[in-house]
């Protein structure tokens, strides 16, 4: 063989070896006598590719793709690889769909951790359901209610003795409940979640339950698990709290803490809105003259001519003694002025009806906000009270005592 043969043939054996992709050598690139080893070389070529092909369709988890050729003994080791990992990947899927009797005896160690995986598994599914008997005991026993749904179908799978007792004595709600928790959706609602219903036996009550659903295994399905808990008299009671904590005492208006919050929301999120700054004149003179039962009379008198007179979406708040607010959401400073009057001569009216000995009347002063406004909710109160003040200084030769 001639030097160059050799050069050539070695350098084409390091790429095949080496390098992918490598194309064939050709016959004509060496001597006459050496084309016999370049054929060799070339099948070897073709085998060793197809080799690296089939292995790293197995590495990439590809076990169905291009089968290599019969006469390529490089591939046996890695047919009978991707055999051995075809039948494991079946095994694998009957034990998870339960099937807890598979055994692998081929892969060495692997088999060895496979079957002892297998057999806990048989273990702790059978520990699973004593438990789930167990569970089924102690929630007959709580005062919770307790549903379980299979996970697809939605079928109702347990129900403990509570809610079943619900359907005797409340079908409506017990079946109100039902419906609620079958259209359940973690990824909305979240593991703990709340349900208000009507009440069917008090007419405008609302019922709240507060839910913790699960994921679970239960009896072999996949299932969701629904605790709920009636928190009416809870929420009840925060509605009570919260309602104190942001009404007046006397007139069950908003008060002047409801009234900032409102300002700061409607401020932040920029929102067009009027402040009518609203005055009962005279207030102090009504109390010393006539008492303070009077004075009483005279505020819960605005308050009610205030409910009738403003839009229902305007918030009418008492912030001081003879001091209101009333925040007007889209509205117009002329519709806004248009409503304190026909407040005002609405109390005229009502002086001379009651026959009073004093006339009952107001004062107002109107500021308008927008997505501009550079003032704080303090600052805006501040300019509508001064509004107030000119309106007040305006008209004070109409009150007369």
């Not at 054996?13 to 194309?23: A, D, G, Q, V, Y």
């Not at 006469?71 to 890695?78: K, R, S, V």
């Not at 692997?110 to 699973?128: I, Y």
């Not at 229902?312 to 007007?328: A, P, S």
């Amino acid at each position: 063989m001639e030097q160059n043969d050799t050069d050539v043939l070695f350098e084409y054996l390091r790429k095949i070896l080496f390098e992918r992709n490598t194309p064939m050598l050709s016959a004509q690139e060496v001597s006459p006598e050496s084309e016999k080893l370049v054929n060799g070389m070339n099948l070897f070529h073709d085998w060793l590719e197809e080799n690296f092909r089939f292995a790293n369709d197995i590495a990439e988890g590809n076990l169905n793709g291009i089968e290599p050729s019969k006469d390529n003994p490089l591939c046996a080791p890695l047919k009978m690889l991707r055999s051995n990992l075809s039948h494991l990947m079946w095994q694998t899927k009957q034990v998870a769909d339960g099937d807890y009797s598979q055994r692998v005896a081929m892969l060495g160690e692997f088999s060895t951790a496979f079957n002892t995986m297998t057999m806990q598994l048989k273990q702790r599914e059978a520990a699973l359901k004593e438990h789930n008997a167990l569970l089924s005991h102690i929630t007959d026993n709580i005062g919770e209610y307790v549903a379980v749904l299979d996970e697809e179908t939605r079928e109702s799978l347990y129900e403990n003795k509570a809610l079943v007792d619900m359907s005797i004595e409340e079908p409506r709600l017990a079946e109100d409940l039902r419906y609620s928790i079958s259209r359940y959706d973690m990824e909305s609602s979240g593991r703990s979640w709340e349900i208000s219903l009507l009440s069917s036996e008090e007419e405008g009550r609302t019922l709240y339950y507060h839910v913790d659903s699960f994921y679970i295994d239960w009896q072999g399905k996949k299932a969701i698990a629904h605790l709920l808990r009636d928190v009416t008299e809870q929420k009840e009671w925060e509605s009570s709290i919260e309602y104190a904590a942001n009404s007046d005492a006397l007139t069950g208006l908003f008060n002047r803490r409801y009234c900032m919050e409102m300002m700061e929301r409607y401020i932040e999120n920029k929102r067009d809105f009027l402040v009518c700054f609203v005055d009962l004149d005279k207030l102090k003179y009504v109390n010393d003259t006539f008492g303070h039962c009077h004075g009483d009379e005279y505020i819960l008198t605005m308050a009610a001519v205030l409910k009738e007179t403003v839009r229902k979406d305007d918030i009418i708040c008492r912030i001081g003694g003879d001091e209101f607010v009333i925040l007007m959401p889209k509205c117009t400073e002329k519709h806004s002025k248009m409503r304190m009057n026909q407040a005002r001569n609405r109390l005229l009216r009502l002086t001379e009806e009651k026959n009073l000995k004093y006339p009952m009347s107001l004062s107002y002063g109107v500021i308008a906000c927008g997505e501009n406004n550079t003032l704080s909710a303090e600052e805006i109160l501040d300019e509508s009270d001064k509004e107030m003040y000119l309106f007040k200084q305006a008209h004070r030769s109409e009150w007369k005592a």
